[in-house]
């Protein structure tokens, strides 16, 4: 118990003891690895949406598909407890697909119910990206249920689209088939232009820690160069993370597209995302 912990957090250190605190993480981290067939057979991991919205019009434009786990169906484990688990056994690629599967099984319903269809992007991991046949299960998903693929774009956060073969030949794949790709969180790190120039993105969504310092002088500066970047490269580009009026005036000044974040709504589930929707329709 004591190795793993120094193993996985202390690299410089040579001892470490074993507490009762490490003991209750061990077993909570044991519990989400142990729990998780169980959670996808009950369909205990369901989709929450945050929408995005046209920062010209404030119409809802779309929204971001995001995982929550309602296990037992009780509190909400948090996706930061449970999404690095899954991404270091290799589970996040069933749960990515899990996610997919159900959002276009919503899009399904709503394309029957003549409902207008909102583009809902799915997130993919790195993992899911370089597993295997990945575009082509992807593909097969969608006209299994036979709805356009502009309706699912999937974004693929900046660290997940630094450059590789693979990579590349399967986003590649995955926009001739029609889907709308989109570089997400960008700035948070990672940064590579070169991966905004070799893959066929449409969309780029600037992290919240840019849009965090976006009042500032610099902060401006680095988020309209990121703007002047995007457009450059026939980008669309949609703010994360914006929580203040101030934010949102500076901006609309910029020109960006659109954004997303706690300033018009938190993630929601299904039911308060549509009403949502219905709601900001009756306010135009």
């Known amino acids: 118990m004591a190795l793993e912990t120094v193993e996985d957090h202390y690299d410089c250190c040579d001892v470490a003891y074993y507490t009762e605190e490490m003991a209750q993480k061990r077993m909570y981290i044991q519990m989400i690895e142990n729990s998780f067939d169980t959670a996808l057979e009950k369909e205990e991991f369901v989709v929450y949406y945050q929408p995005k919205v046209d920062i010209a019009t404030e119409r809802i434009i779309g ?3 995001l995982v929550r ?3 037992d169906g009780k509190a909400l484990i948090p996706p930061g407890d449970f999404i690095p ?3 270091k056994d290799g589970l996040i690629v069933r749960l990515d697909e899990y996610m997919f599967r159900q959002v276009c099984r919503v899009q399904r319903r709503k394309m029957e119910e003549g409902a207008e269809l909102l583009p809902i992007s799915i997130n993919l991991s790195r993992s899911s990206v370089l597993h295997g046949d990945v575009a082509e299960r992807y593909i097969a998903i969608v006209k299994e249920n036979g709805i356009p693929f502009s309706c699912v774009p999937i974004e693929l956060t900046e660290s997940a689209a630094i450059y590789n073969d693979r990579i ?3 986003t590649g794949k995955l926009a001739d088939a029609g889907f709308q790709l989109h570089i997400d969180d960008f700035g948070a790190g990672y940064s590579s232009l ?3 120039n070799q893959f066929p993105f449409s969309t780029l969504k600037i992290d919240k820690s840019l849009i965090d310092d976006v009042c ?6 680095l988020v309209e160069q990121v703007i002047t970047l995007a457009r450059l490269l026939g980008m669309k580009v949609v703010a994360e993370g914006v929580e203040t009026g101030e934010q ?4 609309k000044c910029l020109n960006c597209d659109a ?5 018009y709504a938190k993630p929601m589930p299904e039911q308060e995302f549509v009403a949502y929707v219905q709601q900001r329709e009756r306010m135009m």
């Open 85 to 87: 688990v899954y991404e």
């Open 259 to 263: 954004v997303q974040g706690f300033y």
């Open 168 to 170: 590349k030949e399967t």
């Open 63 to 65: 929204a971001e598909a």
């Open 248 to 251: 949102l005036e500076i901006l």
């Open 216 to 221: 500032q002088k610099t902060g401006r500066t």
């Open 194 to 196: 070169i991966s905004l």
């Open 69 to 71: 786990w309602k296990k």
